[in-house]
């Protein structure tokens, strides 16, 4: 039996492919009050642009990885 009080956590993911192109989307998912993660992938962004994720949304941290075969 669901507790109808019982509180989840929602995490949303987002194949951006590329952070200027996906930019509207991106910002829209951390303003979506139901989405407490949000997971992206594809961003090419450069190590030296990561920081590039802490600028989408003042509310969210934003860190990324390269990963690199």
Not at 18 to 40: F, I
Request: charge should be negative; charged fraction near 15%.
């Amino acid at each position: 039996m669901a507790d109808s009080n019982a509180v989840g956590l929602r995490i949303a993911s987002y194949n951006l492919y590329g952070l200027k192109s996906g930019r509207t989307m991106l910002y829209d998912l951390c303003n979506d009050a139901r989405v407490a993660v949000v997971a992206v992938q594809e961003h090419w962004l450069t190590p030296n642009n990561l920081n590039l994720l802490n600028e989408v949304n003042p509310d969210f941290a934003g860190f990324g990885i390269i990963y690199l075969l």
